[in-house]
C-alpha cells in the first residue's frame, strides 16, 4: 500500500505562486511515477503534470507549460508542483497521483495511477 500526503495548497491572488508537495510513503519508488491531476467545479478532471521516478522525464498540460513545475526528491519520496503567475482558472482541487509501473500507460489518464491522493485546494483570486 502507498499512502499519500498533500500539502500546499490555499489561497493566492492571481499572478501569485504556491508550491505543492505530496509526500509518498508505504513502498520505495524506483521505476514509478508519480503525477498531478485538478478538478475544477463543474469541470472534468485534468491531468496537470507527472514526473517518471527514474530519469525524472516529465510531462505537461499544454495550459500549464512554462508556468507550473513537477520535481521530486528520490530521499523523500515527495513530488512537487510549483505554481507560478497562477490564474483563475488554475483554481481547483489538485490531487497527487502514483503509478506503479509505467509500461503501456499515459501519464494522462486518471485510472493508468494506482494510488490517489485526498486533494488540495487552490484558489485563485482575481
Known amino acids: 500500500q502507498v499512502q499519500l500526503v498533500e500539502s500546499g495548497g490555499g489561497l493566492v491572488q492571481a499572478g501569485g505562486s504556491l508550491r505543492l508537495s505530496c509526500a509518498a510513503s508505504g513502498r520505495t519508488f524506483s521505476g514509478y511515477a508519480m503525477g498531478w491531476f485538478r478538478q475544477a467545479p463543474g469541470k472534468e478532471r485534468e491531468s496537470v503534470a507527472a514526473i517518471r521516478w527514474s530519469g525524472g522525464t516529465t510531462y505537461y498540460a499544454d495550459s500549464v507549460k512554462g508556468r507550473f513545475t513537477i520535481s521530486r526528491d528520490n530521499a523523500k519520496n515527495t513530488v512537487y508542483l510549483q505554481l507560478n503567475s497562477l490564474k483563475p482558472e488554475d483554481t481547483a482541487v489538485y490531487y497527487c497521483?502514483?503509478?506503479?509501473?509505467?509500461?503501456?500507460?499515459?501519464?494522462?489518464?486518471?485510472?493508468?495511477?494506482?494510488?490517489w491522493g485526498q486533494g488540495t485546494q487552490v484558489t485563485v483570486s482575481s
Open positions: 497521483v502514483v503509478a506503479t509501473s509505467w509500461y503501456g500507460r499515459s501519464w494522462k489518464r486518471w485510472n493508468d495511477y494506482d494510488y
